[in-house]
């Protein structure tokens, strides 16, 4: 019964409103957000033409890999994005100037590459080519930026990624809007990997105080200790 008010809550008022998986994530609910998949992916399977459907339920899986990824469950984050794949490849085949399918497309096969490196050579060119078109289409979304970013972070720098590209989309996606918490997070992450301590917790504080609900941000805080 929950989980249908969830959902029900999802398409209020005939509207698409992605705040309940926004909560999910923010707390880890793994549960809650599995659910919610399974409920949005039988919506998409009743008509693999709805290109919406598909875009819910490729946004629904990348919440779920993500927080799948930050439990550190590889085989989890993994399935979790190769169905949202499915789903995004769907809604692109279909309408490809849309900025939004694009970068979700490029978000879920970069989600695949963080828990196994070898999985760049298959899918490192899907997570940077779709962002680079969610960006071509759209210049100044502060989350095509972000998304190609954490792309970057994961593809090893042969393959054009690495971490000086990735800290640059993070400050630029700030730059176009500096209330994005997400982008001050991976900011934070990835000075710290650049071993630039003070900036970087800097960067992860103000991700907290932007959204002091994210789990994920306040323990990456805790690992960050001040210099």
């Known amino acids: 019964m929950k989980t249908l008010v969830l ?50 339920l490729a ?7 993500e927080v799948a990824i930050e439990m550190r469950d590889k085989a989890a984050a993994k399935n979790a994005a190769e169905a949202g794949i499915d789903a995004a490849e769907r809604a692109v085949a279909q309408k490809p100037d849309s900025p939004e399918y694009q970068r979700i ?23 940077l080519s779709a962002v680079n078109k969610a960006i071509e289409l759209d210049p100044k979304s502060s989350m095509a930026y972000l998304s190609h970013g ?17 800290v640059k989309d993070f400050r630029k996606a700030i730059e ?7 982008a001050w997070l991976w900011l934070g992450i990835g000075l710290r990997r650049e071993n630039q301590a003070e900036e970087a917790r800097q960067a992860i504080a103000k991700s907290v105080e932007l959204n002091p609900n994210r789990v994920w941000a306040k323990q990456q805080l805790e690992k960050t200790p001040a210099p």
């Open 7 to 56: 959902v029900s809550a999802l398409f209020a008022a005939g509207t698409w409103d992605d705040s309940e998986l926004l909560k999910a994530r923010d707390r880890q609910d793994r549960s809650t957000l599995e659910k919610i998949a399974g409920e949005l992916r039988t919506s998409a399977e009743k008509d693999p033409k709805d290109t919406v459907a598909q875009y819910r």
């Open 59 to 65: 946004l629904a899986e990348s919440y779920t890999a």
């Open 105 to 127: 497309l490029g978000t879920l096969c970069g989600q695949i590459i963080s828990g196994n490196g070898m999985a760049a050579l298959k899918y490192g060119k899907c997570a």
């Open 150 to 166: 954490v792309g970057n972070y994961y593809l090893p720098p042969a393959l054009g990624g690495g971490m000086d590209v990735a």
């Open 176 to 182: 176009l809007n500096p209330k994005n918490a997400d």
